[in-house]
């Protein structure tokens, strides 16, 4: 690299402002500089893990195909160095400038959708992003894009009321966001002079890699330094854990790394894809994956995590690597120039320790579709329905030989082992077997030898044991039904 390509200056836009930022820390969220540098308060801080959705902010970036898109994000766990190149827009943003209120906000104060007000605009932010894209939302649309936005007076029906009623206010034709979604691409576009980002000194610095090529030479030469993608799980060790996260590099602006595709009955999917970007391709490919992705975290969370940070947090209790494990999914890993493939499995070595090497990165994942005859399912236990980490997760793969024996089935479960983990012994009592009850409950003896999970304040021991066994069954029930689809998904709240 040479000095010519490299900048010390972190440039974005705040509702209608370009900023130029020289003096920013590594682990500086967007909350606390827009609250205590641009005083503006009314992105609030409810819970600093990404949990209540009363700091959301909409983020709008480029799209690797030139459009913009705007999406919620939790303002408490997104670190400033990510914004590159980006458009943020705060509560204090949506009102016109003669402080008429926007439609959202009108249809809040009308159908009475605030309480105590802690909450409220981060309710407005969340139901402004939803009605970008869909102005005539279902119900089913409403209730997702507030997963992520807890209001602590319980009054979510009157929300619920305003959002229904948000188009009548006015349509989307003359929303601000929207008019000015052209012009907006040219500043962002103007911005993006294709340097690589680096500011501050020794251990005290972050980066912000100009592409994937760079990024590779980075980390190569830094092993040691922090890589960030969507910061869902790294942003809480900034504000639960106080931990020296430095040097950072952030790699969510990489489009190299955005990147799905369909070929050949697999779909590859790129390090830095998102939940929501993954959502449509895997929904449409593997059903199954659907509502499980819609489980994890709340709308916020799935706009900034990645599939791939997922995988490489290397977390017992990570949501996608049991179900991507069970279908069969490999890694590619990159250190410089050098790539290699590994399956996804062999990847998860024990508790914080991950078959990658210093300097290496989760590049891709590559996960095969399941064919016509097999049976997949993903089964995810927790307390509560929506927004909540898994007790247990069970993910099954089944195919029978034409004499009804189990010809090949891959069970992996998430929160019963100090990684996502194969139940080995529990298959191969099933292989060969006939698919029947009395197979299953003699199977279901086996866990024993694949598992010993612990007790914490998830889950008893015992209790994960018990749904471990009862997530078999309950595969084979659904399996044996006559209406019984050929990719299952089927989620149960403790």
Not at 424 to 452: I, R, S
Request: hydrophobic fraction near 40%; charge should be negative; aromatic fraction near 6%.
């Amino acid at each position: 690299m040479t000095a010519a390509t490299i900048r010390s200056e972190l440039r974005f836009v705040l509702n209608g402002q370009d900023v130029t930022l020289r003096d920013v820390a590594p682990d500086q969220t967007l909350l606390d500089w827009l609250r205590v540098s641009r005083l503006l308060k009314g992105t609030k801080e409810g819970c600093a893990e990404g949990d209540c959705g009363a700091c959301t902010v909409l983020v709008g970036r480029l799209t690797p195909s030139g459009g913009l898109v705007y999406e919620g994000v939790n303002a408490c766990i997104r670190f400033m160095g990510s914004l590159d190149g980006c458009h943020v827009v705060t509560v204090e943003h949506v009102a016109a400038g003669d402080g008429t209120l926007h439609p959202v906000q009108q249809a809040m104060v009308d159908y009475h959708g605030s309480q105590c007000g802690f909450c409220t605009p981060g309710f407005v932010m969340s139901l402004y992003a939803l009605w970008m894209e869909a102005p005539n939302p279902s119900d089913q649309q409403i209730e997702t894009a507030l997963q992520g936005n807890l209001c602590r007076c319980t009054g979510y029906e009157p929300i619920l009321r305003a959002a229904r009623a948000i188009s009548s206010y006015g349509g989307t034709d003359r929303d601000p966001l929207l008019a000015e979604r052209a012009a907006m691409i040219e500043r962002l576009k103007a911005l993006k002079d294709g340097a690589r980002v680096e500011m501050g000194a020794g251990r005290n610095r972050f980066v912000v890699p100009a592409n994937l090529d760079d990024f590779a030479a980075l980390l190569a030469a830094e092993p040691t330094a922090t890589v960030v993608a969507g910061s869902t799980d790294v942003g809480l060790w900034v504000t639960k854990q106080m931990r020296d996260i430095t040097p950072v590099v952030f790699i969510a602006g990489l489009d190299e790394l955005r990147s799905i595709a369909v070929q050949d009955g697999t779909v590859s999917i790129g390090a830095g894809v998102t939940y929501s970007e993954a959502f449509e391709t895997l929904s449409a490919q593997i059903p199954a994956l659907g509502p499980l992705i819609a489980r994890i975290g709340g709308q916020q969370v799935r706009n900034m995590g990645t599939i791939g940070g997922n995988i490489a947090n290397g977390s017992p209790i990570g949501d996608t690597p049991p179900a991507l494990i069970a279908l069969g999914a490999t890694l590619t890993l990159r250190r410089g120039a050098d790539r290699r493939t590994i399956r996804l499995e062999d990847y998860f070595i024990a508790y914080g320790k991950q078959d990658r090497r210093p300097g290496e990165f989760v590049e891709a994942v590559h996960v095969p579709v399941p064919k016509a005859a097999e049976r997949f399912a993903v089964y995810k236990v927790t307390k509560r329905r929506d927004e909540d980490i898994t007790a247990t997760l069970g993910a099954f793969r089944l195919s029978l030989a034409a004499d009804g024996t189990v010809e090949d089935i891959c069970i992996a479960y998430g929160g019963m082992a100090a990684t996502p983990k194969r139940a080995f012994a529990v298959e191969t009592a099933l292989t060969g077997q006939p698919w029947n009850e009395a197979t299953v409950e003699a199977a279901m003896a086996k866990y024993a030898e694949d598992y010993q999970p612990l007790t914490d304040m998830r889950a008893t021991a015992e209790y994960r044991a018990l749904v471990a066994r009862n997530l078999l069954m309950r595969f084979f029930l659904e399996t044996t039904s006559a209406a019984a689809p050929a990719q299952v998904s089927r989620y149960e709240a403790a």
